[in-house]
């Protein structure tokens, strides 16, 4: 069984936390641990991107989170001689992207390079 974990973007900065309490819509705070906290302030809920770890774990041992940007490299022969061409992806939940990464952390042949949040000049590739 995979261990659940959650991290959020909150307006300029990644929060990790083990435990999610919840959202209260009606106070505009974010919980963890089943206490309620403020990140840095009251924010909107609309301003926290809530994040899930996928359980994978990279070729350098870093965990794979929802969002990150992931990067592998293949190896083709072409005219007998061996190339490598690099892809990368932004991880989301859908089965695809999810199945593509998990082949590929099980190969020790994914690499993550960054998050949307932030490291946002990464897309401009994708």
Avoid at 85 to 98: C, G, I
């Amino acid at each position: 069984m995979r261990e659940i974990k959650f991290r959020a973007w909150v307006i300029d900065r990644m929060v990790y936390f083990p435990k999610l309490g919840g959202i209260d819509d009606e106070y505009e705070t974010l919980y963890w641990n089943s206490e309620p906290n403020t990140v840095g302030g009251y924010h909107r809920p609309e301003d926290i991107k809530l994040m899930q770890y996928t359980g994978l774990k990279e070729k350098n041992g870093k965990e794979i989170w929802e969002e990150d940007i992931i990067k592998w490299s293949v190896s083709i022969v072409v005219k007998g001689k061996q190339e490598y061409t690099y892809n990368m992806m932004v991880l989301e939940w859908d089965y695809h992207r999810l199945m593509v990464c998990r082949n590929l952390a099980e190969m020790g042949n994914v690499e993550v390079i960054g998050n949307r949040y932030e490291n946002p000049e990464l897309l401009e590739g994708l």
